[in-house]
Each structure stands twice: as C-alpha cells, then as structure tokens.
C-alpha cells in the first residue's frame, strides 16, 4: 500500500496510528534516505504507545529503549553498521521477545540487517515534491495488515 504524506505532522500521525493498533512482537522494518522521515515515524509509533519522553535518533548508541507505554519499544538504528556487525548484536532476542519483554521493534536502515524476522512491516519512505513524502507498506507475514486497511 502507497500512501502520499503531505507533511511532517501526516508522517507522525501515520506513526500514532500505527502505534495504537500494533501488538506484542510487532516489528517494523524502515528504509529511506537521510531526513526522509525514518524517526518521525517512529516518534509518532511511540506517541501511539503513549509514551511521553523524547524518542530520538539512536545512530550513536544503536539501540534506545522505551518501557513506559503500552508496549516497550525497541528504536534500532543501523546506518553506522556493516552486516558482519549487525550480525553479532543478536538483534533477533528483541523481536522474538527472548531476553526483553515482547513490544514494538522498530529498526532504521533496515537493509542493514543480513537476517529479518519471519515477520514485519516492511515501510519505505521516500521524498516528494516541495516537502511532502511517499510511504509505501508492506506486510509480511504479519497481522499488521488489518492496521493498515484501517488507515
């Protein structure tokens, strides 16, 4: 599914709404070039989830945790990587819910990683004319498609 993103605020309200319907284990795999809108989807997932501290950008710390909504999300950020280092975090303990309580994984520069899950939401975002941003979703294997004919 493409959808036309007229302004930062539509990028966060996509957020927000994928943030109140997503479930437990739910991940979301998110690609784009820089400033396309990969964190201010991800701000608007955590506002969904009712979280209220600053969700930022983890490129320097990888990984940033939040556990105080209705599900704990897990913000990765892989631009820095190379696969053979994605590799060795075991990224997969947050998506299988193995070592973390199960929540939201949401993982930026997605192509980074040498594995994926059995299940996701595959986001692309890409820029438009004039400010405004494309996003096409795609779900694999998941139960996120009935969130999204919602939207």
């Keep these: 599914m493409k959808m036309f993103l007229a302004d930062t605020e539509a990028t966060l309200r996509l957020g927000i709404t994928l943030g109140e319907y997503l479930t437990p284990g739910s991940v979301i795999l998110l690609e784009g070039d820089l400033g396309a809108g990969k964190t201010t ?18 490129t320097f710390t990888l990984i940033n945790e939040y556990t105080e909504g209705r599900l704990p999300l897990y913000h990765l950020d892989l631009y820095r990587l190379e696969p053979q280092e994605v590799a060795a975090l075991n990224l997969e303990s947050y998506w299988e819910g193995v070592e973390v309580i199960p929540g939201i994984v949401a993982v930026e520069w997605a192509k980074r990683l040498p594995y994926k899950p059995d299940s996701y939401l595959s986001v692309s975002l890409t820029y438009g004319n004039e400010g405004t941003r494309q996003v096409e979703l795609i779900p694999f294997n998941c139960a996120i498609s009935e969130v999204i004919a919602a939207i």
């Design 41 to 58: 989807l991800v701000q608007g997932i955590g506002k969904g989830l009712g979280i209220t501290e600053p969700i930022v950008s983890p």
